[in-house]
């Protein structure tokens, strides 16, 4: 589970800053920048969603406990 947590971040970050290379960069007349960074931006929010639910439903079967802080001092 934590790699797959780590290689969702990882993904996350790619599809960030790919968005920003094609918001900065200049693209050719072919295909609009503004369509090619909303459908990075469109996956990292994917990624994001898939990796929210993913740790939902591993939290609910068990595979992950939260630590948390103690709530009475030691």
Known sequence: MNIFIAIA??????????ALLFMLRGDTE?????SRMMRAL??????????FLCI?????????????IPLTPV
């Open 9 to 18: 971040f990882l993904g996350i970050l790619a599809a960030l800053s790919t």
């Open 30 to 34: 072919d295909t609009p920048k503004s």
């Open 42 to 51: 469109a996956f990292r929010v994917a990624i994001s969603v898939v990796l």
């Open 56 to 68: 939902l439903i591993s939290w609910k079967m068990g595979w992950i406990r939260p630590t948390g």
